[in-house]
């Protein structure tokens, strides 16, 4: 590994690092505007000029300098200095002083790199050029007078998100970066662009104009919107979260976020359940939370008493219902709503064994009734960066654009038990084989995706490729605490009395006794409900989640419930007391005891290992893939169906209406 000094401090790089990243090494801060770690090189902003020695006698540019052995860096001296003053001042040239209305200002590279390594004042008077908004969907805001030509954005379309829709027209002082024809980015991931753009000149457009970082209250938390298990933060002021963005979590989703996380936040002060109701003469009326416990009690359950817990609910209100439903003599719980029934006997037989880094790593993927571009958006970045490594990806299921390159074998399940010999062949050939299972595969064919463990080797010392990729947040913790029949939905249908914690994808037809509904929206559920009692948003709450590949994490609440309504664990506690079955513990903290007593893997953060043992399942597979379960993106819950971005990107990205002109 070379060795070099930076300003007389020698450190070791890796081989093939940069003199920037050597100087980062060093704890030398490097200004930089169109340098970003998770894209490519492009050298094209100057601002990280140093002076290296052997070399030319002018300054060059870090990011795009290889680290070389017995290489002396100077990031002081007075001729770097000078030439980032230089830089600084031509970078300014064009840029319009409006940070007073600029949605940046706060957090601004620009900003921030100007009062540190600029002249401090402008020798420029001639007419400044301006540049005409771009349309880039409902998403991204632009104002690209502010554009410093970075290309940030560029790269990470065509290197991170795949959908190559912005990109530069024109030369010189008079390029201009905009999407394919001014039209609506279509990328599920186009909101990182705003984080990644070092100026104004991308914005979050529902944010815009919100208000100022400075007045935020920042939560650390996790994303629910898919089983992912995005590490965010939640930015808030009062009782409401006006922001969402992304942290760093390597494991998980290194610095991305999807746009339904970041921007449905405006659905959680929308159709809110506020207070309790109870039906009565066939309508929901509101009362007392007495009244709708007494509702409740009053029904002659006996032990004929069901849970079924929704997408997003949290480890927490899952355990609280569960004990007070076992007080009742009933171990009736389900979780996956939709009528999945898939065999639940092996944990490691449900999960995303590879991790969701580790995919990355692999040289040959299979993907069975999976599109996981919708599914799990940042698993398809990792199977790109898989691509770009040398790993084929072959596929069984309908055929969709997954934004890389796929051999589609067809949408018949039986091709798992006699995969065509290229496939075989290049599965053969794998050191690091992967299969993904998706929901869309797992009804008919979860016994033969099983057996491809076994004929493609999949499960080997220090690598098991076998995954099922879930969809909800809710669904591996659900597993841990036993939320899973063995005949699905339809055993718990025939119950007297009924829990849905937030449970809106349910056919409610089905359930011919008593509804209890506990959630956040006013939704399908509450609309189906003869009770409904107002929980707790997941911003609402702290809470336990188990991602899809078994990790355990934990978010912590940034605003309060509105009105009436509680956090879910306290409704089922009050209730206890009620029902005269009280629950064993009146705190968060000892519910957790009490929780991690029964499933101890939940007690300490990070991936839990399941023991691979999978069960004998019928191999034989029937069915054709048509279609998968996620039929629109961005309208898959509760909250998202009552946000109006979400509304407005389903119309536009999903069903093809147009807002472009609208919004010239």
């Known amino acids: 590994m070379p060795k070099l000094k930076v300003d007389g401090i020698e450190v070791e790089v890796p081989q093939g690092a940069t003199v920037l990243q050597a100087c980062e090494i060093a704890g030398k801060e490097i200004p930089r505007f169109c340098y970003h770690e998770r894209l490519s090189i492009a050298g094209n902003c100057r601002m990280c000029l140093v002076e290296v020695k052997p070399g030319p006698p002018k300054p060059q540019a870090s990011c795009a300098l290889p680290a070389a052995h017995n290489q002396e860096v100077f990031t002081t001296t007075p001729m770097v200095k000078h030439a980032r003053e230089g830089m600084m001042e031509f970078l300014l040239i064009n840029h319009p002083l409006d940070c007073p209305i600029c949605d940046q200002g706060g957090e601004c590279d620009l900003q921030d790199q100007s009062i540190a390594y600029g002249r401090g004042r402008s020798r420029y008077d001639e007419p400044k050029r301006a540049v005409t908004e771009k349309y880039m969907g409902p998403i991204v805001k632009t104002i690209m007078t502010r554009c410093i030509q970075c290309t940030r954005c560029i790269r990470f379309a065509e290197e991170v998100s795949g959908v190559e829709e912005i ?207 919708w599914e799990a958006p940042l698993v398809n970045t990792r199977v790109r960066k898989a691509i770009k490594k040398g790993a084929k990806v072959f596929a069984i299921g309908a055929e969709t654009d997954l934004t890389y390159k796929v051999d589609w074998l067809g949408g018949d399940l039986s091709l798992m038990g006699s995969l065509p010999d290229h496939v075989s062949e290049a599965f053969g050939k794998a050191e690091r084989p992967a299969v993904i299972v998706g929901g869309g595969a797992l009804k008919g064919g979860h016994g033969a995706s099983l057996k491809l463990a076994s004929t493609l080797n999949l499960v080997r010392d220090g690598w098991n490729g076998y995954n099922v990729l879930h969809m909800a947040a809710a669904r591996t913790g659900g597993l841990m605490l ?183």
């Open 482 to 664: 036993g939320y899973a029949q063995k005949g699905g939905i339809a055993d718990v249908t025939g119950a007297k009395l009924t829990f849905f914690l937030g449970a809106d994808e349910a056919d409610y037809t089905r359930f011919a006794g008593f509804k209890v509904y506990v959630g956040h929206h006013g939704d399908f559920g509450a609309s189906h409900a003869d009770v409904v009692l107002p929980g707790a948003a997941y911003s609402e709450k702290s809470g336990t989640w188990v991602n899809l590949e078994g990790r355990v994490q934990r978010g912590e609440r940034a605003v309060f419930p509105p009105g009436d309504a509680r956090e879910d664990w306290t409704i089922f506690r009050a209730l206890s007391e009620v029902l005269g079955q009280t629950l064993p513990f009146d705190s968060l903290a000892g519910l957790r005891e009490a929780m991690y007593g029964e499933v101890p893997a939940l007690r300490h953060e990070g991936l839990v290992s399941f023991d691979w043992n999978p069960p004998s399942l019928d191999a034989t597979a029937s069915g054709t893939i048509e279609g998968y379960p996620i039929k629109d993106f961005y309208l898959t819950n509760a909250i998202c169906r009552a946000s109006p971005t979400m509304q407005r990107c389903s119309a536009e990205l999903v069903h093809g209406e147009d807002f472009a002109e609208a919004a010239e």
């Open 167 to 373: 990109g530069a027209i024109f030369r010189g002082e008079n390029m201009q970066i905009t999407s394919y024809l001014e039209k609506a980015v279509t990328s599920e991931l186009s909101g990182n662009v705003v984080d990644l753009c070092p100026v104004g000149a991308l914005t979050s457009k529902p944010y815009a104009f919100e208000a100022r970082p400075w007045e935020l209250k920042k939560t650390l938390t996790i994303d629910v919107m898919d089983a992912v298990g995005t590490n965010i933060r939640l930015d808030s002021r009062g009782r409401q979260v006006l922001r969402c963005v992304p942290r760093i979590n390597e494991d998980v989703n290194e610095v991305w976020a999807t746009d339904k996380p970041r921007h449905a936040i405006d659905g959680l002060v929308r159709r809110r359940l506020d207070r309790p109701y109870i039906r009565r003469g066939g309508k929901l009326v509101a009362a007392t939370w007495d009244e709708a416990f007494a509702a409740i009690a009053a029904v002659d359950a006996g032990d004929s008493v069901a849970v079924v817990a929704g997408d997003l609910v949290d480890c927490e209100t899952m355990y609280a219902a569960k004990v007070l439903a076992r007080s009742m003599g009933s171990s009736l719980l389900e979780g996956r709503q939709t009528g999945m029934d898939y065999d639940t006997s092996s944990l490691a037989a449900v999960n995303f064994n590879t991790t969701i880094a580790g995919v990355e790593h692999a040289d040959a993927i299979l993907l069975v009734g999976t599109n996981l571009r």
